[in-house]
């Protein structure tokens, strides 16, 4: 008897739950959203992320197309520390010339005009007493470096190994910007895809708060269900909030990093493919790659040659430095102890160091050390590189691997929302179980859409450890 009961209840509510549609569909018109509807019922205000999101979307569609490209580009052009690197390498460039200069002639013109006591000379401040004499005269001076035995060619070449760790350094920031603009494309884009789960999430609570009121107006559902679902419908408005708060962050990022000093909003063109290349498996290639193409370690051994060229130069310190030296001029008013009313003098000058205390000395050790800890400065970053690039391999296989299974997860959670849909319209389930489907295709859409755009920056991590 009791079996007969139930099934006469069961019975009752699907026929209660039923009735509005077949009577619609008799009047020619198919529902396509709940099974019971209001005819006259108060739509609830807009709340403030609403009001946001709409703002932003009609932002959205008149803000200009960027793709990625295009905003690695504009960063390119416009980010001052592109800028900055590569004013410090044309700055290094001009110190090559400030060092070559040692090797060519100077050159100096000089014009003299003295009035003197008669008979006078410079008996102070000097063990010679020279003469002086009334005159007025001008004149040029010439010196050339004729050897050093090499110390000012190594000088040389270590401001040109200098010059081009600055150069590598200027690439690796270009390959810093890049990498950073593709990580803010990709939060922005991962943003922009949370909120439009978020924006949708809040129309399907929207939509179910409907369907449990007119159930619960019509004596089906306790108000214990029409309050846990505007409970869930309030915490998908705070979701909302939270993505959009999070779409404007990245935005500003995103603009800081394009060298931009305005917020502007671009519509961004998604290049994520819809069918992702596996990530590769060979992590001992792609080191050998990075130890070739990564320009901080070019950088680093440059500056390493530099040091070790330096080095050799500050050991020549005590070789000796042959010299030669001309003047040449006119004393068109002069003293009559001066005879001639011309000058001119050549000769070759040789300077050898003999005792400095010590001080030469302690300059080549010195520059000794630094060349050695150039060296292993070297050999640490080639360990830090080998350790990142195996790093980023390794989140790249497993960032592929979570695009398969959240893809997997989403489709079980879409199919397990379905069932539960319908198992609580013919009143076999609780809004309980109706909120947990919910609640875990919001996460499952949530987890894919993270899963495609954090495959796609770990693949340019990748490219940017192995200097591409």
Known sequence: MSNLRMKFALQLICATAIAPCVLVAQQGEIPEAPAIKLDAKVVPPPSPAQMQASSSQANASSAPRLTLADAEQMAQQHNPDISVAHLLALGQAQVTREVQSAELPTATGSLTAVGSHAYSRITAGAINNPSIYDRAAGGLSVRQLITDFGRTHHLVQSAKESAAAQMENERATRQDIALAVDQAFYQTLTAQAVLKVAAETVAERQTTV???????????????????????????????????????????????????????????VDPTPSAPVAAPLDAEAMVRTAYQARPDLISAMDAATAAKQYSTAERELWMPTVSALAVAGGTPVRDDQIKSNWYGAAGANVNIPIFNGFLFNARA????????????????????????????????????????????????????????????????????????????????????????????????????????
């Open 365 to 468: 050790n010195e520059a000794k050390m630094q060349a050695g800890a150039a060296e292993e400065r070297v050999r640490s970053l080639r360990d830090v590189i080998a350790r990142d690039v195996r790093t980023a391999v390794l989140n790249a296989r497993s960032a592929f691997q979570r695009i398969g299974v959240t893809e997997q997860m989403l489709n079980q959670a879409n199919m397990s929302l379905d069932l539960a849909q319908t198992r609580y319209k013919l009143g076999l389930s609780g809004i309980v179980e109706l909120s947990q489907a919910q609640l875990a295709q919001t996460q499952a859409q949530i987890a894919y859409a993270n899963a495609r755009f954090a495959y796609q920056t770990e693949l340019a991590v990748l490219r940017f450890q192995t200097g591409q």
């Open 210 to 268: 409907d369907e449990v009121s007119a159930l619960t107006k019509s004596k089906l559902r306790s108000t214990l269900d029409l309050s846990f679902a505007q409970v869930q419908l309030s915490q998908a408005q705070l979701m909302q909030i939270d993505a959009q708060n999070a779409v404007d962050a990245a935005f500003a990022n995103l603009n800081a990093i394009l060298g931009a000093e305005t917020d502007q909003r671009f519509e961004l």
